[in-house]
């Protein structure tokens, strides 16, 4: 089994064509919509009373709810603005609200999940929920700038308690005070990551292990209209790849890899979390097949 | 045969690390010498009565000098300063000196050329030069912000006047006023340009032709010490390439693209041309199969 713990969020998204109010988000929500296709996973998630119903349906239908909360309050909120090209994005307003004081746990049922994905939390709480997996075989956490800039040895810590950390470029040099993303990687693996994948947006990904770097290309768009959630999505798809093939080698890890890209490719498609939903196998079979033929020389 | 026509400078290149001075440099120079792993290219440029002897040597030694003139006054001189990640480079000087009123001219041994690598001159020059060839099978060109800030429109008609363009991500996006890279090969073809090859630095080249879009990422490098030359000797390995291949088909133009992405790695491995000097052509194959090996799955 996989389990997700994350956020879920209802996000405003400001994209220079259009605008989306109050939409499912959240950094679990993507990752683990992501995963869904390719095992069921779990979440570990919390949100208020004035979670929408259709919300709750989409997630249920996807998704093992067994971790998943609903609690007197608010939902956790995200306000965020991208520039005309798309590549930065100013955060307007964050409001914690049922996250700012959530203890989660991990509930029976997902005890023996071998496959563990932690996006990113608070590193603190990460650390302390992988304790509580009984045999986890392969496990993966995200961190962000916050965690970076506030709880940097926490983060560090974190790294330690992993098998993998998968980052975006920036975050990777900012955590690790390093300009080149390889020796960004050789840190975080001196910490303690066995795998390390350094996200680069439309310029796709680099994975390592050991003294082995992987560099993949983004499968290549012409209309990307909202690029929420892609890396949330990108390491939700590694991991339920993964989790799916129960098998973690180094040669099944690239191909995860494959996959993380082919499925970010798809949410940046489409505005919010559009693009992850109501994909066929096949159009996902299908991608990785032109992805395959996109770089053959 | 292949002709390159260009700048060939003595530069002063600050790193962090080192400062050189008055140092063999210029686009045609490090193309060129690229070039010339493949087939030994003709040189059209100009320098003054300063050019050192044993730069003269270097460039006899390695290309033919019949396109090569030594004129009265000082040789082009350029002066450039990176930050500190090495991925900003700030112009200090530019002394065009010789190069301010050269006219240049194809001798007659070069007309049969068929493959013609314009570097990033005036565009105006390259377009009357471009016609001075007999039978041209397959021509490229680069160009730099300055023209298009100060001649775009003759920018526009060079890039209709040859049949691949070779432009770094930042210039293609400056040239057509898009954001995304596939919307600005597009334009660049409906402009007249057959292929179109984006350069990305440290995150490799899009190759576009037609609806294929060929990605591919760079050799990755832990050791980066001066990025000077790299897009011109990328650009130099592909069109030497492809003379020594007498062929321009898709596979072959593919090809020569990881060809110019290996080059390209050599030369920001050293300080100024050094990375490029006394290559052996078994370095360059044997980091072509790395290259393949790197990015397999």
Known sequence: ??????????????????????????????????????????????????????????????????????????????????????????????????????????????????YVYLANNDPEQNVALIKEFDKVKFSMCDTIEFWIANKKPSVIKMIKAVDAVVINDEEAKLLTKEHNLIKCAKKMMSWGAKYVVIKKGEHGSLLFYDDVIFPSVAFSLEDIVDPTGAGDSFAGAMIGYLASKKNVNLSTIKKAVIYGNVLGSFV?????????????????LERVNQYEKMIRF
Chains 1, 2 share one sequence.
């Open 1 to 114: 089994m996989l389990t997700v713990f994350g956020s879920t969020a209802l996000d405003t998204i400001r994209t220079p064509n259009k605008v989306l109010k109050g939409v499912l988000g959240g950094a679990a929500t993507y990752a683990s919509i992501s995963a869904s296709y390719f095992v069921k996973p779990g979440l570990i998630a919390v949100v208020g009373k004035d979670f929408p119903k259709k919300y709750h349906s989409i997630l249920l239908k996807n998704l093992d709810l067994r971790g998943f909360t609903v609690k007197d309050g608010k939902t956790f909120r995200y306000d965020g603005k991208y520039d005309e090209t798309l590549s930065i994005r100013t955060t307007l307003k964050t409001e914690l609200n049922v996250l700012g004081n959530f203890k989660p746990k991990v509930p029976e049922e997902y005890r023996k999940s071998e």
């Open 268 to 284: 940046v498609e489409k505005y919010g979390l559009d693009g992850l939903l109501n994909l066929k196998k096949s159009q996902i």
